[in-house]
């Protein structure tokens, strides 16, 4: 049986490509979801990939993903600093998690480095632009192979 994986993203990540491109490059968050969808089938998983702005719908998601997804990926955005409502739906739902950034939140301003996703995440993956989504689809395969 194929594993399938949530990818969910936050806030102002539907603007990559024109937002900040010192901080997070050209790439477009349609190229990224592209390059997941391929490495998702070299990898034999299922993906289903999301965008939101708002909090409580991320909320929403991550608690519907109980029971349907076998792993999350999340780039919560600005949320990773603030939300512990999205914090207390990962641990609601025991799903295996797994961070991801596409700057290095630690080398950005203080307030960054403070994560309330990385309490409960297995991992995370910060620094390497869109790229870092393909290296949590195949953490993300190495978890489940291991279960």
């Known amino acids: 049986m194929t594993a399938k994986v949530l990818v969910l993203n936050g806030p102002n990540l539907n ?10 490059g050209a790439e477009t968050l349609a190229g990224i979801e592209a390059n997941c969808h391929a490495r998702a089938k070299a990898l034999d998983l299922e993906i289903e990939f999301r965008q939101t702005n708002s909090e409580g719908q991320l909320v929403d998601w991550v608690q519907q993903a109980r029971g349907t997804f076998d792993a999350l990926i999340l780039n919560a955005g600005a949320y ?7 914090l207390d739906a990962l641990k609601a739902v025991q799903i295996p998690t797994i961070e991801v950034h596409l700057s290095n939140i630690h080398q950005r301003e203080e307030f960054r480095s403070h994560s309330y996703i990385s309490k409960v995440a297995v991992g995370m993956i910060c620094g390497f632009g869109g790229f870092g989504y393909e290296m949590a689809l195949e953490s993300a395969a190495r978890l489940l192979t291991k279960k």
Not at 18 to 23: L, S, Y
Not at 80 to 86: D, E, F, G, L, Q
């Open 80 to 86: 990773t600093h603030t939300s512990v409502a999205i």
């Open 15 to 24: 603007l990559l490509g024109t937002r900040e491109p010192d901080v997070y």
